[in-house]
């Protein structure tokens, strides 16, 4: 498959799949929008892998080894429309792809069923799943001075890992799945269990006083990844930028109704993601 044409399957994906992501992605230049988008189709092949539970525990960590080995030889693969448009992105780029390998760790930690008993170890996992992410769109975005803005874009990719855990928490609750450190359980008294109409047992109070604690986690991670923007050219800066805002509204939505959070998955409406996007652009950012 020639490069062009893998590009636009890449697109495509974003298009279909990145209902968060588009509205920054869709902010670059064109080149970078197509880099950016095959970071995006390939880190969401692995996430699929990941997420696929229809699929036993041993075939899925299998995929994820088999698209590690692939990952390693790209150029290989004339056939994969996301790895030629990968291998002709990270030509162009700076595109550290080796990042890709924590985010495969991350997966796999996933499908093992990895449970988290402390803050540190829970951000062991969002810098793979996510920091990683950051870096590599960092490939993408370009800076001037690497040894800064990594650190800074790392920690705005942990800020929304922790705010997808607190979107996904009863979906993942009714798969599972408990990411929240078991730590902090223990401090508010939580247990997260569910009676058996799937409604949590814990005190409401108490619940509530865990997810505001954990906002304000994120809320610190955000602080220290929003000063990337600043070391982005303007368009680099308004893709960041909203992807940032959007997930950073939908944080203070948590935040604001922490029960309601609990009980459904937590969403902004299409025109709200859109003005987080409009004022991004503009060099708004809140």
């Known amino acids: 498959m020639d490069a062009p044409s893998a590009y636009r399957h890449c697109e495509n994906i974003v298009r279909t799949q990145a ?6 992605i869709r902010l670059l230049p064109p080149p970078k929008r197509r880099a950016l988008s095959a970071v995006y189709a390939f880190a969401r092949r692995i996430d699929d892998i990941g997420d696929d539970h229809d699929a036993p525990p041993a075939t899925r960590l299998a995929r994820l080894a088999a698209e590690r ?7 290989a693969h004339p056939s994969d429309p996301v790895l030629v448009a990968l291998s002709d992105a990270a030509r162009r780029y700076p595109i550290p792809l080796e990042a890709f390998g924590e985010l495969i760790d991350g997966c796999e930690a996933d499908v093992r069923g990895a ?4 803050f540190d170890d829970l951000l062991w996992y969002c810098r793979c799943v996510a920091g990683a992410v950051g870096r590599l769109s960092l490939g993408v975005f370009g800076t001037s001075d690497p040894d800064t803005a990594v650190p800074r874009a790392d920690a705005l990719g942990v800020a929304l890992q922790l705010t997808n855990i607190l979107r996904d928490v009863r979906e993942d ?4 799945r408990v990411y929240l450190p ?7 008294g939580c247990t997260l269990e569910r009676d058996g109409s799937g409604r949590l047992t814990d005190d409401p109070g108490r619940l509530a ?8 986690r994120a809320e610190e991670w955000y602080a220290t990844g929003l000063q990337l923007l600043p070391m982005l050219d ?4 308004a893709c960041a930028g909203a992807m940032a805002g959007i997930y950073r509204h939908l944080l203070r939505r948590i935040k604001a109704d922490p ?6 998955r937590t969403s902004l409406p299409t025109w709200e993601k859109a003005a987080v996007s409009a004022m991004a652009m503009s060099g708004v950012h809140r």
């Not at 080995?69 to 150029?75: G, P």
Request: proline letters at 0%; hydrophobic letters at 35%.
């Open 19 to 24: 209902r968060n992501f588009s509205y920054g």
């Open 69 to 75: 080995e692939r990952l390693a030889d790209a150029a």
């Open 115 to 118: 449970s988290y008993d402390t």
């Open 173 to 176: 609750g009714l798969s599972g």
């Open 182 to 188: 078991a730590k902090d359980l223990v401090r508010f």
């Open 209 to 216: 006083g865990l997810i505001r604690f954990e906002a304000n």
């Open 234 to 237: 303007r368009r680099s800066s």
């Open 259 to 264: 029960l309601t959070a609990l009980d459904t």
